[in-house]
C-alpha cells in the first residue's frame, strides 16, 4: 500500500483500480448558490455571463476548497455553455430554456459543431489558469460535458420536464432525427473534452443524467454506443473519465462496457451491489444522498464511513454525492462529509 498520498495521485489512482492510501473525496455541484461566497460572486451577473468570466469563474471554481475541504476542483461552467456555440439560444432559469426546441431537420441540419477553442475559449482559459493555481498543492482539476442524450432531451423538450417524454417519443417516431441531432452532439463533447484535457483537466466527467429514464433496451441502442464513441475519441491515459447517470441502477453492468474508468452511482443504487455487477472493469464513484447532508454531523460521519466499507468491494472508489448539491445543502453538512473521508483510515 502507498504511503501518504497527494489529492491528484489519490484521485488518478482511484479512478484507474490501483492501491490507495483512502478514497478521495469530492461533490457534484460543489460550487453553487448554497454558498453564500458564491451568490456574493455571482451578484449583478447572469449565470451565463458568470460561466463567461474567467476571473470569477475561476474564483468560483476554488471557492468549495478552502469552504468546504473538497479533495478537487471541478470546472465552474454548464453542460450547456458549448451548446450555445452550436447556433441555439438558450437562457437559464435557473435551469436552460431553449427558445425554439429542436423537432425538425431542418434545425437539427443548422446546428454547428465549432472548435471549442473558438467558440468557448473562456472555458480553455478558466481550466489553464486553475491547473497553475493548483499546481502547489496537488491538486486535481476535473473538466466536464454533458453527454448527448441528456443534452438532446432538453433541447428537443425545450426546458425539464417531467420523465422527458418528447424524446421517448422521438425514440419511437423519429428515430433518424434523433440519431442525427445525437451523432452532432457527440461530435461537439468529444471535441470538447479533448480540448479541456489540453488545457489541464486532469480527470473529465461525462454527465447523462437522464439516461437513467430509458429501459435497459432502450440505453443499449441509443446512448451505450455514443458513450462509447466518447470514451474511445478520449486519451484516457492522460485523463480518467467518469460517467454519471442518476436513476441508473438498472444501467450499471452497461455502464461498465461504455469505455469509461469510472461508473458514478446515484443515491439509490447500491454500492456493494453495483460493484459485484461490475467486477474490475471500471472503478465507483458516490453515491450519499444530497438531502443526507442536512443530518448531524455523526450521522454524516457514519454514512461515509458506510460508503467506504461498501466501496471496498470495488476496484477503486471515489467518495462524491448521489447526485450535485442542492441551493439548500447545509454548508455545515458539506464540511462533515468531507472531514469524515479525510479521517477515513488506510482504505485496503
Ligand atoms: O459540479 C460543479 O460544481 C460544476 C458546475 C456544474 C453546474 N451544472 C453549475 C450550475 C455542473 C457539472 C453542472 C451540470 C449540469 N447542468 C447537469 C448535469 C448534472 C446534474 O446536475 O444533473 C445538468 C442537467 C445541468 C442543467 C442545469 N443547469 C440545471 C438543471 C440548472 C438549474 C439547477 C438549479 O440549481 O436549479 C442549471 C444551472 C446551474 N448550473 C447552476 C449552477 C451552479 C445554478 C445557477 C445559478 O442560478 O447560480
Redesign the pocket.
Known amino acids: 500500500m502507498p504511503g501518504e498520498l497527494s489529492p491528484c495521485e489519490r484521485l488518478l489512482r482511484a479512478c484507474r483500480g490501483e492501491p490507495v492510501d483512502r478514497p478521495p473525496v469530492w461533490?457534484?455541484?460543489?460550487?453553487?448558490?448554497y454558498l453564500p461566497e458564491?451568490?456574493r460572486a455571482?451578484e449583478g451577473l447572469s449565470?451565463l455571463e458568470?460561466c463567461r468570466d474567467v476571473e470569477r469563474a475561476v474564483e468560483v471554481?476554488l471557492q468549495?476548497l478552502r469552504l468546504v475541504g473538497t479533495e478537487a476542483v471541478?470546472?465552474?461552467?454548464?453542460?450547456?455553455v458549448p451548446v450555445v456555440g452550436m447556433g441555439v439560444e438558450l437562457d437559464?432559469r435557473?435551469?436552460?430554456v431553449v427558445a425554439e426546441p429542436i423537432r425538425r431537420r431542418e434545425q437539427v441540419e443548422a446546428l454547428r459543431v465549432p472548435d471549442p477553442r473558438d467558440s468557448v475559449p473562456f472555458v480553455l482559459e478558466i481550466l489553464r489558469r486553475l491547473r497553475r493555481e493548483l499546481a502547489a498543492d496537488e491538486v486535481p482539476l476535473l473538466g466536464?460535458a454533458?453527454a448527448p442524450f441528456?443534452l438532446a432531451a432538453?433541447l428537443v423538450e425545450g426546458r425539464?420536464a417531467k420523465d422527458f417524454e418528447a424524446v421517448r417519443r422521438l425514440v419511437q417516431r423519429d428515430a433518424e432525427l434523433l440519431r442525427e441531432l445525437m451523432e452532432r452532439l457527440a461530435e461537439l463533447v468529444t471535441g470538447y473534452l479533448r480540448a479541456q484535457v489540453e488545457a489541464g483537466a486532469q480527470v473529465v466527467?461525462l454527465?447523462d443524467?437522464?439516461a437513467g429514464l430509458l429501459d435497459r433496451e432502450a440505453y443499449r441502442e441509443w446512448v451505450l454506443p455514443v458513450h462509447q464513441r466518447i470514451a474511445k475519441g478520449l486519451d484516457r491515459d492522460r485523463a480518467p473519465l467518469i460517467l454519471?447517470v442518476?436513476d441508473g441502477a438498472h444501467l450499471v453492468d452497461l455502464m461498465a462496457e461504455s469505455g469509461a474508468d469510472v461508473v458514478s452511482l446515484d443515491w439509490r443504487a447500491d454500492l456493494g451491489a453495483a460493484a459485484r455487477a461490475v467486477g474490475r472493469r471500471v472503478s465507483l464513484q458516490g453515491n450519499l444522498d444530497p438531502c443526507a447532508l442536512a443530518a448531524e454531523p455523526a450521522r454524516i460521519a457514519a454514512a461515509v464511513r458506510g460508503l467506504a466499507q461498501a466501496g471496498r468491494a470495488a476496484r477503486g472508489h471515489v467518495l462524491n454525492l448521489g447526485?450535485?448539491?442542492?441551493?439548500d445543502t447545509p454548508v455545515e453538512g458539506v464540511r462533515a462529509f468531507t472531514a469524515a473521508a479525510r479521517a477515513l483510515g488506510p482504505a485496503r
Open positions: 461533490l457534484m455541484r460543489q460550487a453553487g448558490r458564491y451568490r455571482r449565470f458568470l471554481s468549495p471541478i470546472l465552474f461552467s454548464d453542460i450547456f437559464f435557473p435551469g436552460p466536464f454533458g441528456t432538453y425539464r466527467q454527465f443524467t437522464w454519471y442518476k447526485h450535485g448539491c442542492l441551493p
